[in-house]
């Protein structure tokens, strides 16, 4: 068994090295229902990962990488639905 703080240094290191791109797209295409999305889907951490944990640590190393992914995603689709906002509003009062 490793230490705890460590499983948990590890997941938010492998959470932030995943990319999150798509996320802002979702948010500019999809505007609210991508926001709707994005809080209603809970991301998963990968078994090669969680391979290399056992017991308490491997549930801390999940919880850890789950969050940290999430609060991304969450975030780079905030990131996106404000500009696609922005871009519609001017768009409808161009009249295009």
Not at 54 to 60: I, M, N, S, V
Request: one cysteine or more.
């Amino acid at each position: 068994m490793t230490n705890n703080n460590s499983a948990v240094l590890h997941a938010e290191s492998e959470a932030t090295s995943y990319s999150v791109a798509a996320w802002f797209f979702i948010g500019f295409l999809l505007g609210v229902f991508g926001l709707l999305i994005v809080y209603l889907r809970s991301p998963k951490a990968p078994a090669t990962l969680l391979a290399n944990y056992a017991g308490d640590d491997r549930y801390l190393f999940e919880k850890a990488y789950i969050e940290t992914l999430k609060a991304r995603q969450v975030k780079t689709t905030w990131i996106g639905c404000i500009p696609g906002f922005i871009v519609s509003i001017i768009l409808l009062s161009s009249g295009v």
